[in-house]
């Protein structure tokens, strides 16, 4: 290789930026030196307030740096430098703004898309704004690189009609538009889904193969090997890792079920939710939030696209919630039907006692303000105000608390999130995962009693994410609704309850726990062939030596098995609750049933359940789940011969 050859692509030297609240400094980037070579996939890690997003944008021209220097090589055609060094912070504003849409594509934490163009028209901007705007050969180029992030079948849709994690993949294919060669990429695949995020990471994989060079910040460390070089940055000073591990993303092992003393059945694998009710709260008679037949259509010049089909919901006062599921599944949508933010087409909204749809806008303004706290995907602070400010901005809109007050609120809600030292500091002078603790901080301000959270710890490092998580705990301990969406399972394993959405329906919640194994899709498919039934306490629900025609799950109860054996009589084998099931032997085995089956004695019990002919189908279409029942199967059975022959 040539010397002119290795040259890196951009050089950073001393670079330093002081931010100043007032009278108070603060040091964000600290003589940070930093080569960027051509083709290399560099990570950049680090904890929230770290720096990552400040050097981010001083790389891009997007703030100018207190002191230091910023030079770019760039590259010819075949991937090298070219020699050429440019001082892109001597630039002058317009200059600047030439060079930056000429040699960089920049991926936004926030996409930034403009919500009137569809995303065909979103990723043309570049070369639209820059006078390289060629309608036949633009509009070809933008429907290649939709392709190229999965999203050609929306091209013509606006951003409000896809979900917040295809918005991010628009964001990177517009990026890409001008071919630029380096391309900055702030928490890309920080609000997405995990297979989402394996597809982005995996596209910016492939430009690196294709000679462009890559810098991503994330707080995400399961990456770390992944980039072929990654650096950590710590209170704004740059270092090496001592070493980056294997840096390969793991999978949580498939939950597989776990055996009960015997039986006929035995239950998927559930881990139980931590008790929250120490503290005795009084709630109202009616419940928290209330959906019935719900349903959102939206029409736009590609079609009709319905986000939300026929939901029905309810959920208590008290409860820690998580929404999950896929990017374009309805999660954002579900929240903004919840929060009178959009209107549903059809259906019926309670939140508490109230029908929000009935109300006029500034009616359902003033009472989102006094009784629901949001926290958006991205923050949306004032940035001219202090974080104090923001915080406070609620009680001044819903006049709540004397004035005088205000500040002390304010300030005791910033330090349960952490910030009280930043409490006066402007938005753009902490970091993003910051301004995603100022937020939430600024939901709480009315002391709301139901709180709607919209991927809220996915900008977030997993220290600043457990502070926030634990206090959602503390606020469900108290009475609160909280109702989280994300893709963390992380998060889904400390809430009460998951909501699982999947191509805009409802998942049923008794197959979601017993059967956690399947896919998404595969729950819908046996949401839609499932039957409800309901038990008095007592009642028989299969005799030994029936036929048995489905696959059953508790939804709701317990249910007693009993096995009849000889001279000892009737015996009480085992007892399965909620997210438990049984029938699987019979139907993959074949004969009667081989106990008995009734209804526990402590009230109603509730069972989902599958006719044989939807059970099979299921195994025959997802081996999975063929593996794991036909392997609980063998050994119930197993069991139950032990327990037939053991006497009494």
């Not at 230091?68 to 055609?77: C, K, L, P, Q, V």
């Not at 075949?78 to 912070?89: C, D, E, M, P």
Request: glycine letters at 10%.
């Amino acid at each position: 290789m040539s010397g002119q050859a290795e040259k890196p692509i951009l050089q950073v030297r001393g670079l330093s930026k002081e931010y100043r609240t007032g009278d108070v400094p603060f040091l964000a980037l600290d003589e940070v030196d930093l080569e960027i070579r051509p083709g290399e996939f560099l990570g950049i890690t680090g904890k929230s307030g770290a720096g990552k997003t400040t050097l981010l944008n001083l790389i891009s021209g997007i703030s100018p740096p207190t002191s230091g220097a910023i030079r770019y090589f760039g590259t010819n055609g075949n991937g090298r430098t070219n020699g050429h060094a440019l001082s892109i912070h001597e630039l002058k504003e317009d200059d600047l703004a030439r060079w930056r849409g000429e040699n960089l594509g920049i991926v936004y934490q926030s996409f930034e898309l403009m919500p009137s163009l569809t995303l065909i028209e979103n990723v043309m901007l570049p070369p639209d704004f820059s006078g390289d705007y060629r309608p036949g050969a633009s509009r070809e180029r933008a429907i290649e690189l939709l392709d190229l992030v999965g999203l050609a079948e929306h091209a013509h849709k606006i951003p409000a009609h896809i979900s917040g994690g295809q918005k991010q993949r628009v964001a990177i294919a517009r990026a890409l538009m001008n071919d630029p060669a380096l391309i900055v990429a702030d928490e890309p695949t920080g609000n997405l889904d995990t297979v989402t995020a394996e597809t982005i990471f995996r596209i910016l994989e492939g430009l690196t193969e294709r000679g462009k060079t890559v810098v991503m910040v994330t707080h995400d460390e399961s990456l770390a090997g992944r980039f072929s070089r990654r650096l950590v940055i710590t209170d704004g000073r740059l270092s090496s890792p001592s070493g980056n591990g294997s840096g390969t993303s793991t999978v949580p092992p498939t939950a597989r079920p776990a055996a009960v003393p015997s039986g006929t059945s035995v239950s998927g694998e559930q881990v139980a939710a931590p008790n929250r009710r120490a503290i005795a709260v009084e709630t109202p008679p009616h419940p928290a939030l209330f959906l019935e037949g719900v349903t959102k259509v939206y029409e736009g010049p590609a079609g009709r696209f319905t986000a939300l089909k026929s939901v029905d919901l309810q959920l208590d006062y008290g409860q820690f919630i998580s929404v999950v599921g896929k990017s374009g599944s309805g999660k954002s949508t579900l929240i903004n039907m919840i929060s009178g933010i959009d209107h549903p087409t059809s259906g019926k909204v309670l939140v508490g006692d109230h029908a929000i749809y009935e109300m006029s806008e500034s009616q359902r303004a003033q009472w989102r303000g006094r009784n629901l706290g949001i926290v958006f995907q991205f923050f949306q602070l004032l940035p001219t105000l202090s974080l104090l400010e923001n915080t406070m901005l609620p009680m001044d809109f819903c006049n709540i608390y004397p004035f005088a007050e205000r500040p002390d609120r304010a300030m005791e809600l910033l330090r349960l999130v952490g910030l009280e030292d930043q409490a006066h500091k402007l938005p753009a002078s902490v970091s993003s995962g910051q301004q995603q603790s100022a937020a939430i901080a600024r939901a709480l301000a009315t002391d709301p009693p139901i709180i709607l959270a919209d991927e809220p710890t996915g900008n977030l490092d997993s220290r600043s994410a457990g502070v926030i998580l634990d206090l959602f705990e503390s606020l469900a301990t108290q009475g609160k609704t909280i109702v989280i969406v994300t893709h963390d399972p992380a998060i889904t394993r400390r809430t009460d309850q998951t909501v699982i959405l999947s191509d805009g329906e409802i998942v049923d919640q008794a197959i979601a726990r017993a059967l956690p194994f399947l896919s998404h899709p595969q729950m819908l498919v046996a949401t839609h062939g499932a039957r409800r039934q309901t038990y008095l306490p007592g009642s028989p629900i299969l005799s030994q030596g029936d036929a048995v025609d489905s696959f059953f799950m508790v939804a709701r109860g317990e249910v007693e098995i009993l096995l009849r054996n000889g001279e000892c009589g009737e015996m009480r084998l085992a007892q399965l609750g909620e997210g438990q099931f049984f029938g699987e032997v019979e139907l993959t085995h074949g004969g009667g049933s081989i106990a008995s089956v009734r209804a526990g004695s402590g009230g109603p019990v509730e069972l989902a359940s599958l006719p044989k002919a939807e059970f099979l189908r299921l195994i025959e279409t997802s081996s999975q789940a063929r593996r794991v029942l036909e392997d609980a199967a063998d050994s119930r059975l197993g069991e139950n011969r032990r327990a037939q022959n053991g006497g009494c």
